[in-house]
């Protein structure tokens, strides 16, 4: 368990939190959720003891292991299955197959496994970091963001680890579905506290939205109380028979808890412009080809008509050629063999990350946004800026100073400033945090145009897709349905061969000869016995040894209450202080008791997993 007690954090003028206080508990998995910038990743590193906090405490177990997700890469082997093998706990660095089993869960194919780590992109570097952590057999998971380099694949596979995980979990992510699939509790940064709610997301904000409504007819209520009051005690001060009820309401104005009104929070608030197009098709796609390598076709003769109003989604692993193909939509790329055409008055807005570096460095955001507009209109581009959260000076900003989120926001500003009729988006929740995703989301859903998104988020898969262009295998092909329509008729190829793998695995332990299996099952038996009856009798000695030290503590606790009495000052002073080292020991006695029990749990899991895979339930 960790405990978090009256932590206060601030960067300069900037009020992260202040006089926080909650509680992890044995398995609790919490999802950290909260606004961009309000401290959800400070809150993490200062957990981890990587920052420093201003005020407060946070008190942890001794020996309890904290696995933290870094995004800064630093390898030292040559080989990633050597490198992920680092992860493992010191007695199990032999285990391979564990670290393997891991890594294709996260995407990476066999051939890879001896490759060097350096030789791979970014985000298969940081999935590298994730799979150490994963392996770790941590008391506490951290993880900020573990799925922004994942593809849905692997998002998928890793909300089944992460719901099988024994120990603790500290999840920030902006995929509310990938949140709600694995989180027991969520734990909320809100106008500067917290509040950690049993429960998912959508349990969490219902509750801050009735609390905050409460709250606001309170303070409404307060103030007509007050009102009332203060006309009664002017109209009536001078009239002495009355002065008795003056006095009251006096009395009850000044025990009148005083409640401001709460500041509007920021939010993004999209809107998209729609351009009337009086067409049925915004885009015929006829037999396209394209490839980096000739050897690598990415888009073999592929054939599409997307209609005016379509939500088409685009769906498939990383690396497979999604953004490939919505340039080829853009116009940002030529197909090499096929053609794309497009009416002259179909008008797109085009999203991806890659975009910010067509941003002009030097300019403000207010001058990046006019730039698009039609007119040119200040007034018109200022009311942008502040949809996007670049209210006041926010928005004379230079573009040279601003994160990748707020460049983020300022492409997505310029689309919403110009009027399109066909939106085509790659991967646009990455920056935004849980709020400005479901902004997004209703967003794309009011929108009177055609839309075509790439994402990973299976809660935009499954609120918006009417169509599917999918990624599987060595093909690019259509789903005339939505996502759910698809798992239930085609599904993902790559999960029906892990489920294949692992039944054949258990068949071939079926096949064993007898002998051998009688011979693993006992050889397990005796591993469980040696290692976990040591763990029993810690258990059962500090079970013993808190009984009788909270007995001996009641027994002083009573004894000090008849001393007081007596007032035998001297038996008091010695009272006092073995109460006090009474405590002490106490505590210390708990949290022995707790990491011995903490590590029989997963001792048992481990041996008990082994025994299942034998087909010993």
């Not at 001794?62 to 680092?86: C, M, P, W």
């Not at 989180?183 to 998912?200: A, C, D, E, F, S």
């Not at 609120?463 to 789903?479: K, T, Y």
């Not at 759910?484 to 054949?504: C, D, T």
Request: with cysteine; aromatic share 8%.
């Amino acid at each position: 368990m960790i405990a978090v007690e009256k932590l206060s954090k601030s960067y300069g003028k900037q009020i992260l939190f202040e006089d926080i206080s909650f509680k992890i508990n044995l398995k609790d998995r919490v999802g950290v959720v909260g606004r961009n910038g309000n401290g959800k990743t400070t809150l993490l590193r200062m957990i981890n003891g990587e920052e420093e906090l201003d005020s407060g405490q946070i008190i942890i177990p001794k020996f309890y292991r904290i696995g933290y997700l870094k995004q800064k890469i630093d390898f030292s082997e040559e080989s990633v299955i050597s490198e992920t093998a680092k992860g493992l706990p010191p007695s199990e660095q032999s285990q391979l197959w564990k670290a393997e089993k891991v890594l294709s869960g996260l995407g990476f194919e066999k051939q890879d496994f001896f490759r060097n780590p350096y030789d791979f992109s970014a985000g298969f570097q940081v999935r590298i970091n994730l799979a150490k952590v994963l392996l770790s057999e941590a008391n506490l998971l951290l993880l900020d963001e573990p799925n922004n380099f994942l593809d849905i694949m692997s998002i998928r596979w890793l909300s089944q680890f992460l719901k099988g995980w024994t120990g603790e979990i500290m999840l920030i992510t902006h995929d509310r579905n990938f949140m709600d699939k694995v989180v027991t509790h969520t734990l909320g940064i809100h106008r500067k506290k917290v509040r950690k709610l049993q429960g998912n997301t959508k349990k969490y904000y219902t509750q801050i939205a009735q609390d905050e409504e409460t709250y606001e007819k309170t303070r409404l209520n307060d103030e007509r109380k007050l009102r009332e009051a203060e006309l009664f005690i002017t109209r009536f001060r001078a009239k002495a028979r009355l002065g008795g009820l003056v006095q009251s309401r006096i009395k009850s104005i000044e025990k009148m808890e005083k409640r401001e009104k709460l500041d509007k929070i920021r939010s993004l608030d999209f809107s998209f412009k729609t351009k009337s197009l009086h067409s049925k098709y915004v885009c015929n796609v006829s037999n396209i080809s394209f490839s980096f390598e000739p050897q690598k076709p990415l888009i073999n003769n592929f054939t599409i008509s997307i209609q005016t109003k379509d939500r088409i989604l685009v769906i498939g692993k990383n690396g497979k050629g999604k953004t490939t193909l919505l340039k080829l939509l853009a116009g940002f790329l030529e197909p090499q063999s096929g053609t794309i055409s497009t009416p002259l008055a179909v008008s797109a807005g085009y999203y991806e990350q890659a975009n910010v570096h067509d941003l002009s460095e030097n300019n403000t955001v207010l001058e990046e946004i006019a730039s698009v507009l039609p007119d040119n209109d200040p007034k018109q581009a200022r009311y942008i800026c502040g949809l996007m959260m670049f209210e006041g000076n926010n928005a004379l900003k230079r573009i040279h100073v601003l994160s990748g989120g707020e460049k983020s926001r300022v492409i997505l500003g310029k689309i919403i400033a110009f009027p399109t009729n066909l939106l085509i988006l790659d991967e646009p929740t990455n920056h935004l945090d849980l709020e400005s995703s479901d902004a997004l989301l209703a967003a794309l859903d009011n929108f009177a145009g055609t839309v075509i998104l790439v994402t990973h988020n299976e809660m935009f898969l499954h609120a918006l897709s009417e169509r599917l262009i999918i990624f599987q295998g060595d093909e690019v092909r259509v789903h005339e349905g939505n996502y759910q329509s698809f798992l239930e008729k085609i599904g993902w190829q790559e999960e029906a061969k892990k489920v294949y793998e692992s039944k054949k695995e258990y068949n071939n332990l079926k096949t064993f000869d007898k002998r051998d299996l009688r011979k693993k099952r006992s050889e397990l038996y005796t591993e469980r016995s040696k290692i976990l009856k040591p763990l029993e009798k810690k258990i059962n000695e500090f079970e013993l040894a808190i009984e009788t030290e909270e007995a001996a503590l009641n027994k002083m606790n009573n004894e000090i209450i008849e001393v007081t009495k007596t007032k035998e000052s001297a038996r008091i002073v010695e009272l006092s202080k073995n109460i006090h080292s009474s405590k002490t020991k106490l505590d210390f006695l708990l949290n022995e008791l707790e990491e011995v029990f903490t590590r029989y749990e997963k001792q048992k899991s481990i041996i008990e997993e082994k025994l299942k895979e034998l087909g010993v339930v």
